[in-house]
Each structure stands twice: as C-alpha cells, then as structure tokens.
Nanobody
C-alpha cells in the first residue's frame, strides 16, 4: 500500500511563494510518474503539473506555467511543487498522486493515478 503525505500548504499573500512536499512510503517511488492536482471549492479536480519517473521531463497546466516548478528527489522519495507569484485563484486543496503505470509518460487525467495524498490547503489572499 502506497501512502503519500503532503505538507507545506498555508496562507500567503498574492505574489508570495510556497513550497509543497509529498513524502511517499513506497520503495518503488522512483519507478512512477508523479503529479500535482488541485481542487477549489465547487470545482472539479484539475491538473497542475507532472514529472516523469526519472525527472527527465516535466509538464504543466497553462495557468501555472512559468510560476510553478515540479521536481522530485527519488533518493528521499519526495515530490515537490515550488509555487511562486501566487494569485488568489490558486487557492485550493493541492494533492499529489502516483501514476498507475510504471515508467510511463505522465498524464494530466486524474483517472490515470491510483494513489493520492490527503491534500494540503493553499490559500492566497488578495
């Protein structure tokens, strides 16, 4: 059973920065693509960013490109999301997720991920 635990969320003013972390319990973390999603109240869960199993490629939603950076440390079994220039519309619960398939190109579809963290709240004030 894979456990993913997010941390690093909080309250920040617009223009500020936060760094989210996602610690994985599994020994096979380094074999799977990982992603960040977010869900705001009353909205569907949406893709934010993803990264290949070896960190060689990253993918971003248009609305975060240039502001957010996804990265991973396979030795520490940890996924990161550096968020800069935060906007009030970035307010949401942020989730990390592990891909269903081993060593695959990461997908933006939530259904392609079968393990999820409990989420961490990010609130950006104007």
């Amino acid at each position: 059973q894979v456990q993913l635990v997010e941390s690093g969320g909080g309250l920040v003013q617009a223009g500020g920065s936060l760094r989210l972390s996602c610690a994985a319990s599994t020994q096979t973390f380094a074999s799977y693509a990982m992603a960040w999603f977010r869900q705001a109240p009353g909205k569907e869960r949406e893709f934010v960013a993803s990264i290949r199993w070896n960190g060689s490629s990253t993918y971003y939603a248009v609305f975060v490109k240039g502001r957010f950076t996804i990265s991973r440390d396979n030795a520490k079994k940890t996924l990161y999301l550096q968020m800069n220039s935060l906007k009030p519309e970035d307010t949401a619960v942020y989730y990390c997720a592990q891909s269903r398939l081993i060593q695959t190109i990461p997908s933006p579809r939530p259904d392609d991920y079968n393990y999820w963290g409990q989420g961490t709240q990010v609130t950006v004030s104007s």
